[in-house]
């Protein structure tokens, strides 16, 4: 069983990566599952190894493992649940966790609501770009019917503007 988790994780934690910089184990084992998460490897739903197991395979004390897995649960990767039927569970992607830190961000007056609509409308016009490249002739037409939704909004004023957000 230790080989599969390997596989799923990779080798052992590295306390030295490639740059060459020490990083915590703790970094290490979140680097790991992240990855192993985001490429498929570790799908929602699936139960992650006992804290054992992963103690072994990543050569790490208990205590460097929970806290990497405390870090994955804060940012709703994992769920850590307790009892007979617990265990440590890849949760599906949630942009909660995105929008609490963006709005520290904005509290804390490092990001700007103007740099944010900035982005935004960078990144919109990028999306609409490539959506009309890929669109065939349905999806050419479902667009135009979008791009009409908006310029009504946007002759309606502000205050309608809920509608899309």
């Known amino acids: 069983m230790a080989e599969n988790t390997r ?17 915590r184990a703790s970094g290490e084992i979140i680097r790991r599952l992240e990855e192993a998460i985001v490429l498929g490897r570790l799908a ?6 006992p804290e054992r197991e992963l103690q072994a395979v990543l050569e790490v004390s208990r205590n460097t493992l929970r806290e990497g897995l405390r870090v994955l649960e ?4 994992v769920e850590i649940r307790k009892g007979r039927r617990g265990g440590i569970f890849v949760k599906e992607l949630d ?20 740099d944010i609509s900035e982005f935004r409308q960078d990144l ?42």
Do not use: C, H, N, Y
């Not at 929602?44 to 190894?49: E, M, T, Y």
């Not at 995105?98 to 700007?112: K, N």
């Open 74 to 77: 804060q940012k709703g990767l």
């Open 44 to 49: 929602v739903g699936d139960r992650l190894p």
């Open 7 to 23: 596989a799923l994780i990779g080798a052992q934690a590295d306390a030295v990566p490639e740059s060459g910089r020490r990083i």
């Open 124 to 165: 919109e016009g990028m999306l609409a770009r490539r959506a009309a490249l890929r669109a065939g002739p349905e999806g050419i037409g479902e667009l135009r019917g979008l791009l009409a939704s908006a310029e009504d909004l946007a002759a309606a004023g502000p205050a309608q503007w809920e509608a899309v957000m």
């Open 95 to 114: 942009s909660g966790p995105m929008a609490e830190s963006l709005g520290l961000f904005v509290l804390s007056q490092r990001v700007t609501m103007e």
